[in-house]
């Protein structure tokens, strides 16, 4: 099987979960339309797929973990909903189909991503895991998310669309925060919740310093998509940031030196799981690889 | 000490941790003066103060229970931020202040109502309390505030807007998910955390039915307060409902049916209290009273 194969079964067990896990909860069913509608337009489950690969590599059942996965997906959704509202990015398409707003309305769209939030939140509480555990992976998750993270990091990128001067280090923080805390925090989460399962402190560790080292890649490798263009970027459309006057990686550093820099962080990260053997660490492995191989 | 008196003394120390907690997280200065400027712009602080108070009367101490006291706070600012928008209630004032957008802009607002839900759940993790517990209460918040709760019940309340025939029951239904779900988790989650100084299930019941019955009864109260006039009203300016076509208790079962349905709610909720004694105890069964009060 490919690295894109494995993915996809992987992701297909979060796929089935995420189809299924909000229709008991006794939503409103406007709401409930709009949440799925976002929840089920595809994407390729990363950060659910790392939480599940990591926690079952060392130690944990993949059910055990799965209601905490698909909480990262309901986060991510979340967040490309309000994205995509007028007063932020006011993009009527995501992934070929038409935004929450358009397709509902924005008061919907609104609601539906405060919903997934909250939800997302209540999801990771079903983690069977030690509570103490749950408790430190629901911490990590609301740091990452939140407003020193996640949503810190839309607020620093607006303030830096347009402004001259950006520099290399403020971009990587920028970057780290809008996007990169999330995966990290994916990786690092899946071995917190293994620690029931046997997981050590240096498994955790090396979760999270995987996790940031391909969330860097990641992102390089998009704002290099971004010049070179290529349909397997994270969906945003080809040349959009360098329109907008964004700072990017290629426009810092050069487009070589970018592609280098990615090729050393997932080298890095491919490093890292020396200690592990069996089909997750390959998978880990390949993903990391995958990564950078899109722009070679 | 009146029980207004009272309350205020116990606001006071959430006023004062709310005023702190989210300086130290690393976050982006304009997100933070946004979140800020909501979060500490005055209010009752009642959700929280029952959050204290339940937990004390039931042997908790109180510093073990702030940082989850105030989470209910910033989820309560979150969804004002939210409602206030444009696409939602479109109001320009809040507190007699220019809401959350008009003061800064709709992209901050989105983004800042973000940030204080994804923190409330962070605040929510650092509850000095057994960790099965704090998990529990984790699970509660995100039910009461989710799209089961306060998110759908604003969507159900939107959807009766002008809409004739909204039976009393429905009205109820939708209250108790709108407002109703995060007075009771209050009550509920204060109760919860206390488990680990000795409070029992009976002890959890009951303060969750007590939540119920203040909800209701806070509920009915503001909406006779809206026909009769009060400045002690939840804040919502006076006739606002009747403007806008909306049913309510006094439209549909009278004025001094409301007033009497209030009271009984508040009787209620008092006999529960009779296991109980002590300033806690007092303090809540003033508070209760005070709620039908305002229309007498």
Known sequence: MTVKEKLAVHAADVEKYLGECLDDLSIPEGLLESMKYSLMA??????????????????????????????LEMIHTYSLIH????????????????SNHKKFDEATAILAGDGLLTEAFGFMTKADAPPADVVEAIALMAKSAGSAGMVGGQVVDVSYTGRD???LEEL??????????????ACKSGAILA????????????????????GVAFQIVDDVLDVVGDEASLGKPVGSDEEMGKSTYPTLIGLEESKELARKYVDEAVELLEPYSGE?????AELAQYIVDRVY
């Open 42 to 71: 595809g994407g390729k489950r990363l950060r659910p797929v790392l939480v599940l690969v990591w926690a079952q590599m060392l130690g944990a059942k993949k059910e055990a973990v799965l209601p905490f996965a698909a909480s």
């Open 83 to 98: 994205d995509d509202l007028p007063a932020m990015d006011d993009d009527d398409l995501r992934r070929g189909k038409p």
């Open 165 to 167: 001067g950006v520099t």
């Open 172 to 185: 990587r923080v920028m970057h780290s925060m809008k996007t990169g805390a999330l995966i990290l925090s």
């Open 195 to 214: 620690k029931g399962a046997g997981a050590t402190a240096d498994d955790v560790r090396r979760a999270e310093e995987y996790g940031r080292l391909i």
């Open 280 to 284: 997750e660490a390959d998978f880990l």
